[in-house]
């Protein structure tokens, strides 16, 4: 199976990140209002470079990447809030096809650095 690599560049005036994939460019649009702290956690470790170099390392075609685990085992990586925060479950969110991205978690309110890309 692919992986791969990419490194953030920063959109300071949305507040989203552009993420620079060997695969091509994926541009995040953050929604803040609905998620804010896993946008911050997000956003923050992008800004921080945690996730440069780093790989997808589950890649379910036709289906969803996921990345954010510095060790590339898909069981590493923390959030910003030095251990698990909640989940933020809003109604106006949903997994409506491709592109939408949400943390990657072991089970409920166990959130840290991992994300997924439908």
Excluded at 35 to 43: E, L, V, W
Excluded at 88 to 97: F, N, V
Aim: proline share 5%; charged share 15%.
């Amino acid at each position: 199976q692919q992986s791969a690599q990419f490194q953030p560049i920063h959109d300071m005036n949305s507040g989203g990140v552009m993420l620079k994939t060997s695969m091509g460019d994926i541009q995040i649009e953050l929604y803040w209002n609905h998620a804010p702290k896993a946008c911050k956690n997000f956003r923050t470790l992008a800004l921080r470079g945690y996730y440069d170099n780093s790989i997808f390392h589950r890649i379910i075609q036709d289906f969803v990447i996921q990345g954010g685990d510095p060790t590339g085992t898909g069981r590493g990586g923390k959030s910003i809030y030095g251990g698990p925060f909640p989940d933020e479950i809003h109604a106006e969110l949903r997994h409506t096809g491709a592109g939408v991205l949400s943390m990657a978690n072991a089970g409920p309110n166990t959130n840290g650095s991992q994300f997924f890309i439908t």
